[in-house]
């Protein structure tokens, strides 16, 4: 029993209690003034040209490149729910700190850590459960050097096992440990005929986009391996068309394409450039990180949605994918989405040349 409680006068009580909100309210305030005036200013990135970006391209400043809708509406919705939460209160500190472009760590709990240093993104490591496993020490290891050519994947189901593949489909810059949710998801693209159906297509596919894509995520601060989103979102077809007219590799709706300067017309869709659309990836993925601060949040809102995402954050009182995936408090057709891209990337490091997976990757996934 703490006495403490019963020997604190209640007027105390109530002036550490008033305090305290007073503190919030004060970082809210300020955070949401300041957050004001960037998003009043973010404007659009300088548009460069096919042969300049295979040069070698621009660097997308830190903080946003524009103001949008979305945007606005999401933070919002944290600015309404962190005068009650001191996490969301931090978090909003957070967030307002990128937008300005300042260097924040990550405020990820999610468990997806990017290993690469140069990128315009600060090397961390969060871990998915409150246990320390082996996976996540080696991955705080590896946060302090650039990733090597060979990706080490560790299965959070026998932490001690690790198998190391060189697969020219990935560069190793993020590391997560997996989970039953990701694992679910790396069995289906290796053992399920479908979805072993699915990696073969896209393996076929991406060779064509995977440099032109890693050179822009590179020049957007994105950790390069994360352009397996496009695999999920459309096995890396570029004519591929939605039953909610999203198109393109990336599958941008209407809306969002035009948002950052895609022409979409009957007979003059960008979206349909390869490499239009890309560009347009990596500078809107670029924008939700810096929302989110938190690369499995960055994928969620990009299915979802960036108001939906923040309103399950402030409902959960803290940004934390996997919190969000267990209490249901986003679609499932988002909650799969996050794993299933993850899985896509664990599956792709160890596909040898002829991409097949390796043995010992098998009889992992299969739990032998």
């Known amino acids: 029993?703490?006495?403490?409680?019963?020997?604190?006068?209640?007027?105390?009580?109530?002036?550490?209690?008033?305090?305290?909100?007073?503190?919030?309210?004060?970082?809210?305030?300020?955070?949401?003034?300041?957050?004001?005036?960037?998003?009043?200013?973010?404007?659009?990135?300088?548009?460069?040209?096919?042969?300049?970006?295979?040069?070698?391209?621009?660097?997308?400043?830190?903080?946003?490149?524009?103001?949008?809708?979305?945007?606005?509406?999401?933070?919002?919705?944290?600015?309404?729910?962190?005068?009650?939460?001191?996490?969301?209160?931090?978090?909003?500190?957070?967030?307002?700190?990128?937008?300005?472009?300042?260097?924040?760590?990550?405020?990820?709990?999610?468990?997806?850590?990017?290993?690469?240093?140069?990128?315009?993104?600060?090397?961390?490591?969060?871990?998915?459960?409150?246990?320390?496993?082996a996976a996540s020490a080696r991955a705080e290891s590896a946060a302090a050097q650039p990733a090597s050519s060979s990706n080490v994947v560790a299965s959070s189901t026998d932490s001690e096992k690790q198998f190391t593949v060189n697969s020219h489909l990935t560069v190793g810059d993020m590391a997560f440990e997996t989970n039953p949710a990701i694992e679910h998801w790396m069995s289906y693209y290796t053992s399920s005929p479908i979805g072993k159906r699915t990696m073969k297509v896209g393996i076929e596919r991406c060779d064509a986009y995977l440099e032109m894509a890693r050179a822009e995520f590179r020049n957007a601060g994105v950790p390069e391996d994360l352009v397996w989103l496009a695999f999920v979102e459309s096995v890396w077809n570029p004519r591929a068309v939605s039953p909610a007219a999203a198109g393109g590799i990336w599958q941008f709706i209407p809306a969002t394409a035009t948002d950052y300067g895609l022409r979409v017309k009957s007979g003059d869709d960008e979206r349909a450039d390869p490499f239009k659309q890309t560009r347009v990836a990596a500078v809107y993925l670029h924008d939700l990180y810096t929302i989110f601060g938190d690369w499995a949040l960055v994928m969620a809102a990009y299915n979802s949605g960036e108001p939906r995402v923040m309103g399950a954050i402030v409902k959960n009182g803290r940004a934390n994918f996997w919190d969000l995936y267990e209490k249901e408090l986003l679609p499932k057709e988002t909650r799969d989405y996050v794993p299933k891209i993850l899985a896509a990337i664990k599956v792709a490091s160890q596909q040898d040349s002829e991409g097949h997976t390796s043995r010992s990757a098998l009889e992992t996934y299969s739990g032998s």
């Open 1 to 133: 029993m703490n006495l403490r409680r019963f020997l604190v006068p209640s007027s105390e009580t109530g002036f550490i209690k008033k305090q305290t909100a007073k503190k919030i309210i004060s970082v809210v305030l300020t955070s949401l003034a300041i957050l004001s005036a960037v998003l009043d200013t973010a404007g659009d990135l300088p548009s460069t040209s096919t042969a300049e970006a295979q040069a070698g391209g621009v660097s997308v400043p830190a903080g946003l490149t524009r103001s949008r809708g979305a945007f606005r509406k999401a933070i919002s919705i944290l600015t309404d729910g962190a005068g009650a939460n001191q996490h969301l209160a931090s978090y909003l500190d957070g967030l307002t700190k990128r937008v300005k472009g300042d260097a924040v760590s990550a405020e990820s709990s999610s468990g997806v850590a990017t290993l690469k240093h140069g990128s315009g993104i600060r090397a961390t490591v969060a871990r998915t459960g409150n246990a320390r496993t």
